[in-house]
């Protein structure tokens, strides 16, 4: 038999229109379908019309979706599987510009299924660029091939689906456009179920294409997803420094879901995390602009010293002691030797700076926006490769809070695991406590324990003050007006708001001061801070619970950046502890009061002596003249 090799065979799904590919042919050369033209493969259908597509600039009518979805050369028989893949046809209405080699491209299909055939899990995909129409018809469309991956049941797609009956449930693409951030995620919605095979990889070899879909629609859920954090005003069980943060992001539900599914039980997200390099805010504007010309370079001696860098810095200085956490390029000179500045951790090259702009530190905000903006921006140097398609690894350090996962996390949280935010005092006692502050102490104590991940926000709530509504819903107090403001607008809507705290974090900020040339210019005209920031954060799915009985939905979610305001350290007065020193003294002195008593009196004879022979000096000069 001749080699039996099959050129587009396949059908393809317009919206609502059955479309056939040419017959199948033989051909002594293979004919890979990756390497078709989009625009030829639509053109070759009889019923495609290419008046059906026009552009619209304004995304009012018509915004990117999916117009064909391709099985190609399916075949049970394991070795005739090497051609099989699935193709995506993206219309682009709107002229986007879609960022082809971008990583950020993904569908996402369920991959999991109850006893009834409901999805019941759901993961994004890779999306492969094959080719995108050029010409008059530039942008217009776009060819993906979906690349298969091995999930959490240890199956790829092409293992899991059934020979006879083969479904794909597509929920929505994902579509990077250049010049943005995260991707755009458009719902599509759609179940495709496959029988028959094409010509040559069923059954029968000689038997001529039998393959055809039917198409249902999929229920999803669309949601706009918004950020805050909180941190209280408390040292963290880490220690001196340190700030428990509550990274949490909020949305609304439609009434009518949780009324006919019961509650919100799970939240399954996907996202990347990364802890920054320390990050350094001065005072005086003329001491940012001087490093910045040494950003993402290292300097000489690890860090410790280099005379070429005008300015250096201390922060974190430990149990009282001429040691910090943190240094760079701090030194002095006596006697033309240089001494480094004892510290723990050197920084030998420096990748964050900012500055109050000669304004008060302790109310100086980096707001996470303009931290994020400075990450995407920074071009500065690539030693570790880069993340995310562009951003610079050399931003971030190789790992993160204790627990928890660098890179790529996809995690479902059930609202049943309640975790503790631990204060200093938990594990700390008084006694570590004057060590580490003496009789300055910030607030130290205030546990928070059992905090939900999954909380509907109830009117009641926000019937107080906006310090009282941070605190009891766990929410930035600077996000409570616009908090409010889209409660009021989505309860209007019949909807009700979620919060989901999805992730307990370490913040650290630590006072310090700048050197110039090895000598100190002043204290506390600097602060070092550090976070952790994820990126590319996405709802996946949404389970109800109703009765025991779960249902689960697709999310339909643009994908956001999330990061913690860069604010100052902990400052404060550790009244109790002034009050334990006062008594002490009291008690001192009541014990050693003879001892105190005599050491004054003769105190004050010298005193007095010395006034007498002053007055007596005086007025044998006066007597003489």
């Not at 599509?188 to 629609?217: C, H, M, Q, R």
């Not at 709530?461 to 009021?488: G, R």
């Amino acid at each position: 038999m001749k080699k039996l090799l099959i050129f587009l065979a396949s059908l393809l799904l317009l919206i609502n229109i059955y479309v056939k590919f040419p017959t199948p042919v033989y051909a002594e050369e293979e004919i890979k379908f990756d390497q078709t033209n989009v625009l030829e493969d639509l053109e070759s259908s009889e019923n495609f019309n290419i008046e059906d597509y026009p552009f619209d600039s304004t995304g009012l009518i018509n915004s990117p979706k999916i117009i064909n979805f391709v099985e190609y050369c399916y075949s049970y028989r394991a070795n005739m599987q090497n051609n099989y893949g699935l193709y995506l046809y993206i219309y682009n209405p709107q002229n986007l510009k879609i960022n082809t080699v971008s990583k950020l491209n993904k569908v996402e299909l369920a991959v999991g299924y109850d006893s009834s055939g409901i999805p019941t899990t759901y993961e994004k995909f890779n999306l492969e660029f094959l080719s995108k129409s050029t010409g008059d018809y530039e942008n217009l469309f776009y060819k993906f091939k979906i690349v298969d991956h091995i999930s959490d049941d240890g199956k790829t797609i092409l293992k899991r689906v059934n020979s006879n009956s083969r479904r794909y449930d597509i929920a929505s693409i994902e579509l990077h456009e250049e010049g943005q951030r995260n991707a755009t995620d458009y719902g599509i919605g759609g179940t495709y179920t496959f029988t028959g095979y094409v010509a040559g990889y069923g059954p029968d070899v000689n038997a001529e294409s039998t393959l055809k879909v039917e198409v249902n629609d999929l229920r999803t859920i669309q949601i706009e997803v918004n950020s805050t954090n909180y941190s209280p005003d408390t040292v963290s069980n880490l220690g001196m420094f340190h700030q428990n943060t509550i990274n949490s992001v909020y949305f609304s539900v439609d009434n009518i879901l949780l009324e006919e599914y019961g509650k919100l039980q799970k939240i399954k997200a996907e996202w990347y995390e990364y802890k920054t390099k320390p990050m350094a805010v001065v005072k005086d504007i003329n001491v940012k602009e001087s490093l910045e010309p040494f950003l993402g370079k290292a300097i000489s001696n690890g860090g410790r010293y280099d005379e070429n860098v005008p300015y250096g810095f201390c922060a974190g200085k430990v149990n009282n002691l001429p040691t910090y956490d943190y240094s760079y390029n701090a030194w002095t000179s006596s006697l033309g030797l240089i001494s480094p500045q004892p510290a723990n951790s050197y920084l030998e090259t420096l990748y964050y700076i900012f500055s109050s702009n000669n304004a008060d530190l302790d109310k100086f905000i980096l707001t996470s926006e303009e931290l994020l903006d400075y990450i995407y921006s920074y071009t500065l140097s690539y030693d570790k490769g880069t993340i995310l398609n562009s951003i610079s690894a050399d931003l971030f350090e190789d790992s993160v809070d204790e627990g928890r996962t660098r890179g790529y996390n996809l995690k479902e949280i059930d609202s049943n695991d309640t975790f503790d935010m631990l204060s200093y005092d938990s594990n700390h006692s008084w006694w570590d406590k004057l060590l580490d502050y003496g009789f300055w102490a910030p607030e130290t104590g205030g546990d928070l324990k059992n905090i939900s991940p999954i909380e509907i926000v109830e009117t009641d709530a926000l019937n107080q003050d906006n310090q009282v509504i941070s605190e009891s819903l766990l929410i930035n107090e600077n996000d409570v007006n616009k908090f409010k403001t889209y409660y009021a607008n989505e309860t209007a809507k019949n909807k009700s708001v979620i919060l989901f705290r999805f992730a307990q974090t370490d913040y650290y900020s630590a006072s310090g001061f700048v050197m110039q040339n090895g000598s100190r210019i002043s204290n506390d005209d600097m602060f070092l801070a550090y976070e952790t920031v994820f990126l590319n954060f996405d709802i996946i799915e949404l389970t109800f619970n109703k009765d025991g009985v779960y249902t689960t939905f697709a999310v339909v979610s643009n994908p956001i950046d999330i990061a913690r305001d860069v604010t100052a350290p902990l400052k404060g007065f550790d009244w109790l502890t002034f009050i334990l020193v006062v008594i002490l003294l009291i008690l001192l002195f009541i014990l050693l009061r003879p001892v105190i008593v005599a050491i004054l009196k003769i105190i004050w004879k010298i005193i007095t002596s010395i006034f007498n022979l002053i007055a007596k000096i005086f007025k044998r000069g006066g007597g003489s003249g």
